[in-house]
């Protein structure tokens, strides 16, 4: 049995609306694997959520390979996150209207033009982040020209995850008004912050791009299992696994599905790696003083123990002595990264 995503239909649905209605001008994101949902749903969703009249009309995704699963599912403006290059690829001519396209290098807004003239464009201004943009100098003739012989569609700023970019985006405000955008796109600012926004530039539109706290926000929503597979009692001195290690103790061996295919890592999510914790476990003689790790794997809400690296489709799991010994089929609950795990199935209950 596969790695599995069990969705709360309803419940995941209600979170979707609510934070949609609470957020005035929002861009849904969908890009990679779908934060673990897929495209082509959070495309279907963000369609539903046009049809609420909550004013969603733009969906970002993060490439252009992304545009066209995304275009067949919603009929609205797709907003590429990745700055367009000479190098990108032709934008299927049916839906060229619908694509906005990001241009972070002055250079390329006249090559963009030369392939699709009258594009519509937003202008990336570079960020504390230093990923992508043009300062202020060059983008004031970059948005005249925009302004000229594309569709300008404003201004965008992407921020880093710590906070301070209210202060940013106010510092950065005169190179907007400079270029005379009328919209700005931003991401990871607040509902206070964007209100703080909204009430110093009241004739610029504010447009936060959403994607963990939108899709992922309510995390109850989403249960992720394996299945146990295998099962096997272990002495002290048996030997398991790839790398023929020696059982140090009694306990019981668990094969569950789910590797390294999956993105299922040595790493567990969530800050469990902790330098602190690791001590503490050493410190206790738990198992990674021999070289063990914890894995994301849970059994009655206990985290399991990786009996070795995590192979390509299963892992293999130790159970200590006294433990609870799962059945063969029955389901453990695991904890993964969304954004990085592709689950063999996804569920929706309702
Ligand atoms: C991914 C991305 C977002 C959304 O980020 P979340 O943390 O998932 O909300 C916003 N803006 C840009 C430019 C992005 O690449």
Redesign the pocket.
């Known amino acids: 049995m596969p790695l599995k995503l069990t969705v709360d239909a309803d419940r995941w649905r209600k979170h979707v609306q609510t934070f949609a209605e609470a957020t005035p001008g929002l861009v849904p994101?969908a890009?990679g694997n779908g934060?673990g949902l897929t495209l082509r749903k959070l495309a279907h969703q963000t369609e539903w959520l046009n049809s609420l009249g909550t004013g969603v009309d733009t969906l970002?995704v993060?490439t252009y390979n992304e545009v066209w699963e995304v275009a067949t599912r919603f009929s609205g403006s797709i907003y590429v996150?990745t700055p367009w290059r000479p190098y990108s690829p032709e934008i299927n001519p049916e839906i060229a209207d619908r694509v906005i396209h990001t241009i972070s290098r002055p250079e390329d807004l006249p090559l963009l033009l030369e392939r699709q003239p009258g594009a519509r464009v937003i202008l990336e201004l570079v960020t504390s982040m230093r990923r992508h943009g043009m300062t202020p100098s060059d983008l004031w003739p970059t948005a005249a020209a925009a302004r000229e012989h594309a569709r300008f569609e404003g201004i965008?700023m992407?921020f880093g995850?710590d906070g301070g970019s209210l202060a940013e985006v106010r510092a950065q405000m005169d190179a907007v008004v400079g270029a005379e955008a009328k919209t700005v796109w931003v991401?990871?600012l607040s509902a206070n912050e964007l209100a703080q926004l909204r009430a110093a530039y009241g004739d610029i539109t504010f447009r936060p791009?959403?994607?963990?706290?939108?899709w992922l926000g309510d995390r109850g929503a989403l249960t992720v299992t394996a299945t146990v597979e295998d099962v096997h009692p272990l002495e002290r001195g048996y030997s398991y696994g790839y790398r023929g290690r020696t059982a140090m103790r009694a306990g019981h061996l668990v094969v569950a599905s789910g590797g390294t295919a999956h993105g299922i890592g040595l790493e567990a999510p969530l800050g469990d790696t902790h330098l602190r914790s690791r001590a503490l476990a050493v410190a206790r003689g738990g198992l990674d003083a021999m070289g063990q790790s914890r894995s994301p794997y849970t059994l009655d809400g206990k985290a399991l123990w990786f009996s070795e690296p995590p192979h390509m489709q299963e892992s293999m799991l130790t159970l200590p002595a006294g433990a609870r010994v799962p059945e063969v089929g029955e389901e453990l609950e695991v904890r993964v990264r969304y954004t990085a795990t592709s689950f063999d199935e996804i569920i929706l209950e309702s």
């Open positions: 994101v890009k934060y970002a993060g996150l965008t992407h995850l991401s990871h791009r959403v994607g963990t706290a939108l």
